[in-house]
């Protein structure tokens, strides 16, 4: 029975892989196609904009308070159990939820509308600011209305069925916006499309859902008290972390218009297109694994647990130790080929960028694990501190060295806090077993880790220095010779490492497994 839910777990998490990671590639490739078409024929403020109000609607989804990542959690069980009724409960509290958060982010996004031109340091040239306001917060409304309704096919490992239907409707609105850009130049338009596709998917998989689970229409049960209980602490602790978050990841833009000024905004923007698509891009490739390490939590005892975690936590590592050197060495020359040399940050603001996203992107293994074993309740404190740090820092940085500043308060908070509090966390209260040891290996891996990444940024910047990429050409020969480096270094670091081996015949194992 351990190896057919093995099999199972692996089968699911390789579906759901190759969508997520499939359909990511495609759309990004479309979305560069589109930044530069934006970028063509609508002026730099306009996409400060479009940075700004992405920002500050991320900080109304606070009204989300983590209410998805604790519902989530609680489908994990009775999916594993196939516990119809329990089920059918928790979708309707679900779907209650969600449409109180709708009605609270709706709410609160009129009420700041009169403070707009306080965000904005320099808004000429940008026409119906309001009506382009008004837009952005519809779309974060609407978002909640139907899309509870795809946890229950994560809740049984298969969120493929939604991801599928989502990257194509991404696809085709993306197309259309260039489109309307070329022809129009019209941003209204441009918003219009982004409104109406993004109900497209969350209606058909509604449907599906209704089809194949009709039991959930049927009851309109709320879950009993107990369970009632159990979940709103949950959600009461992913608050703490919602809030964390969106303090840390949505205010950049906001300080930075405030501070420096919008087009330093566009100018972030660019890289920040980059660094989410590669981040969107690992989101997909984590959240194949998430259904999986649901049911593995729920059944599964803690020594196989942390094994898988040691995989998983060296294939992360290996993931965004390539991004970050590779952005270190190659970051402005990908800038000015596809925008300009003028949309260029300065080599010490990028260094400080890709330092962000590689402390950030070492935190996901953690918080997957987190959220499998459902360990919200013993952090809940931290966001606040990481909050405080941030914003502090940040604001004493920017008046010295402006957008570096503002980016390196987001690595001293994320360093001072999450960097060693999700680890302890996952391993005193989810593996337990001899938790003080393996805690201690793991910032030893860490450090060396850092160490490895930080000699191989500066080897491959400093060759792309000296023979800096002019073309498309040079680029991508230097993108092939870094990727080579990068290789043989890894091979050699983790060939003898008992991970690196289970992590090599699992793929084998998956190989054989599609050649038969």
């Not at 990511?24 to 400060?48: C, D, T």
């Not at 603001?349 to 918080?367: C, H, I, M, P």
Request: aromatic share 14%; hydrophobic share 50%; net charge positive.
């Amino acid at each position: 029975l351990v190896g057919s839910e093995m099999c199972i777990r692996d089968r699911y998490t390789l579906i759901n892989m190759v969508v997520n990671v499939g359909g990511q590639l495609m759309n990004q490739v479309l979305l560069f196609i589109s930044r530069m078409v934006f970028i063509h024929y609508l002026s730099a403020a306009y996409l400060g904009v479009n940075g700004l109000f992405t920002d500050v609607l991320g900080i109304l989804n606070l009204a989300e308070l983590g209410v998805g990542t604790a519902m989530i959690y609680s489908l994990y069980e009775p999916a594993a159990k196939n516990d119809e009724h329990r089920l059918a409960q928790l979708m309707n509290l679900y779907r209650l939820l969600y449409r109180i958060v709708a009605v609270v982010v709706l709410l609160v996004g009129l009420a700041l509308m009169p403070f707009l031109g306080f965000f904005i340091k320099d808004s000429s040239g940008i026409e119906h600011l309001r009506l382009i306001y008004l837009m952005y917060v519809a779309n974060s409304v609407c978002s909640y209305l139907l899309s509870y309704k795809n946890s229950i096919y994560l809740a049984y490992q298969k969120a493929y069925v939604r991801n599928l239907w989502a990257q194509l409707c991404d696809a085709v609105k993306t197309l259309f916006q260039i489109v309307l850009i070329v022809l129009t130049g019209n941003f209204i338009l441009y918003l219009a499309v982004q409104f109406v596709m993004q109900f497209i998917p969350n209606i058909i998989v509604s449907v599906k859902v209704d089809k194949e689970f009709p039991y959930l229409k049927e009851c309109r049960e709320l879950p009993e008290k107990e369970k009632f209980h159990g979940i709103l602490r949950n959600v009461g602790a992913m608050s703490f972390h919602k809030l964390g978050t969106v303090i840390v990841r949505n205010t950049d833009s906001l300080l930075m218009s405030s501070f420096v000024g919008l087009l330093s905004v566009g100018i972030y923007s660019n890289y920040k297109l980059v660094l989410s698509g590669i981040n969107n891009l690992m989101d997909k490739f984590s959240n194949a694994f998430t259904g999986s390490l649901g049911n593995l939590g729920a059944i599964e005892d803690e020594t196989r647990v942390y094994s898988i975690y040691r995989e998983l936590d060296l294939l992360f590592f290996v993931i965004y130790a390539y991004w970050t050197a590779g952005l270190f060495a190659l970051f402005n020359a990908f800038i000015t080929l596809c925008f300009g040399a003028e949309y260029c940050f300065s080599t010490a603001t990028v260094a400080v960028l890709v330092t962000e996203f590689y402390v950030s992107g070492q935190r996901k293994v953690n918080l997957l694990f987190r959220e499998a074993k459902g360990l919200f309740w013993y952090d809940r404190y931290k966001p606040l501190f990481e909050s405080a740090i941030n914003l502090a820092a940040s604001l004493l940085l920017v008046q010295k060295f402006g957008v570096a500043g503002i980016l390196g308060g987001t690595v001293i908070s994320t360093v001072t806090t999450c960097l060693w509090m999700e680890p302890y966390i996952l391993m005193r209260y989810g593996i337990r077993e001899d938790w003080q040891g393996k805690l201690k290996d793991y910032f030893v891996r860490y450090a060396e880790r850092v160490a490895v990444v930080a000699a191989l940024a500066a080897v491959s910047y400093g060759w792309v220095s000296f023979c800096p990429a002019k073309n498309i050409g040079w680029f991508l020969l230097d993108g092939v010779l870094y990727t080579l480096l990068f290789g043989a270094v890894m091979v050699v670091l983790h060939r003898n490492a008992p991970e690196f081996n289970q992590l090599k015949g699992r793929v084998t194992a998956v190989m054989k497994r599609r050649e038969s």
